[in-house]
């Protein structure tokens, strides 16, 4: 494992790198800009083999369900190994260890590989836990540093060379199935943002320099929550948007305070995060499937001033897209789209993609997807838990471009694809894939 002394001029070193250098292709955060799953650019590729449109493949240490960032020419990804490999035999918990990884982005080559050692009793691997293991966050970066969540391992800043700045613990409890964390940390200005749900019951803000808190919201309704927060700009006014069960609300992204709320239908649990085009966010999920737009930059209670649909719809766990007056998603091997307007249904679909032979002791049916969509070039990529990767048109048809597998893997694909340069990046449990031509 990597060290670094934090010393007085560490310290001053980072806090004199106020600039940033996110670059147009980067692709720094879970689901690109803003978390819209939204790319510029063009895919160079749309179909792909082992031999063919394959830039490189390189294996990973470990397990994760977190999605890879492209900072400049650095691709950078986590996981885990040593406990929670196989749930039949899990092993001992006092061996997980984490791993961030960067790879040069036109080569594969390993740059530099950081090895943490599991601190906090971690929940057993079983149950849904299984389904996606101990690395289920995307890191984050401003493209001086980087930003690691591991849920009760806390929030970890590096340097792009691998040098650890800080950890910060944000909570060690457990939610009430057990099913462990993976909300991904955004950034804003000199803040990151945790939604420390899960572990913390709490929503809150830390600064880049040092990893204090600077503000903190706790409430124990967020123990169900696994959404990202977004940021949404109203106006002069930005807000930070989530969902949470029976609630979405916006708070003042410098300070915490809470500038409005509306009732959602969506209960029990929430998965994914929001969605958002103009100034209005698309809340989904929950055991009933439901749907609800909101629009912003209201106060108070908005439920009814600012409602502007609520719909029943076939959502589960990925996050959707909004694009083009329209919305997005994947869920049981179904694609979605209905109207941004009004919710009203435009198509669902079936995907119909082979599938890979199961991995042993592994659940791997389209069935359970986790991977959530994006667009590129006017197409909507989806990843499904089997590596059966569908290519669809944003169109107001279901009109499948390609369907592509990855031939000889057979773990899991939980990760959302990024996508940087033209190139689309994929990873499962054990590769690590660079598409293009």
């Not at 147009?24 to 955060?29: E, G, Q």
């Not at 945790?194 to 309704?221: C, F, Q, T």
Request: with cysteine; charged share 20%; net charge negative.
């Amino acid at each position: 494992m990597k060290r670094l002394d934090i010393g007085s001029v560490v310290f001053a070193a980072f806090v004199s790198m106020c600039f940033l250098t996110v670059q147009a292709d980067d692709w720094t955060r879970f689901r690109g800009p803003n978390g819209s799953g939204l790319a510029t650019g063009e895919l160079s590729a749309s179909s792909w083999t082992d031999t063919e449109n394959m830039r490189w493949k390189t294996e990973l240490p470990g397990f994760g369900s977190s999605s890879p960032i492209i900072v400049g020419d650095q691709v950078i990804v986590t996981c885990y190994s040593g406990y929670g490999l196989d749930a039949e035999a899990p092993g001992d918990m006092n061996d997980l260890m984490r791993h961030v990884l960067s790879f040069d982005r036109l080569s594969g080559k390993k740059l530099w590989q950081v090895d943490l050692a599991n601190t906090e009793e971690e929940d057993e691997y079983k149950g849904f836990i299984a389904e996606h293991g101990y690395s289920s966050s995307t890191p984050t970066s401003d493209g001086q540093h980087l930003f690691c969540f591991f849920g009760k391992a806390g929030v970890y800043a590096f340097d792009l060379e691998g040098n650890q700045l800080w950890n910060t613990q944000v909570g060690n409890f457990s939610d009430p199935a057990k099913w462990g964390d993976g909300s991904s940390p955004i950034l804003h200005d000199d803040l990151v943002i945790i939604n420390a749900g899960i572990v913390g019951h709490a929503l809150l803000a830390l600064n880049k320099a040092d990893g204090s808190v600077a503000w903190k919201v706790e409430d124990p309704n967020f123990t169900n929550t696994w959404s990202t927060p977004v940021l949404v700009t109203v106006g002069e006014r930005t807000e930070l948007v989530m969902s949470v069960p029976k609630q979405v609300f916006a708070l003042n992204p410098k300070t915490g305070e809470k500038l409005w709320w509306a009732d959602s239908p969506i209960e029990n649990t929430v998965c994914p995060s929001l969605a958002e085009a103009d100034g209005v966010v698309y809340a989904m999920g929950g055991r009933g499937g439901r749907g609800i737009a909101v629009r912003c930059g209201g106060n108070g209670d908005v439920s009814e001033s600012h409602l502007v649909w609520d719909s029943r719809v076939d959502a589960g766990i990925c996050t959707p897209i909004a694009l083009n007056g329209r919305i997005y998603w994947s869920s049981r091997s179904l694609v979605s789209c209905v109207n941004c307007e009004d919710g009203e249904e435009i198509f669902k679909e079936r995907i119909k993609a082979e599938e890979p032979p199961p991995a042993e002791g592994q659940r791997r049916r389209p069935t359970g997807d986790y991977a959530s969509p994006v667009a590129v070039g006017g197409h909507v990529i989806i990843v499904a838990r089997n590596g059966a990767t569908t290519i669809i048109k944003a169109s107001e048809k279901f009109e499948v471009v390609a369907t592509n597998l990855f031939d000889g893997d057979t773990s899991l694909f939980n990760a959302t694809p990024a996508f940087s340069h033209g190139d689309l990046f994929v990873r499962s449990n054990k590769m690590l894939y660079c598409i293009g031509n």
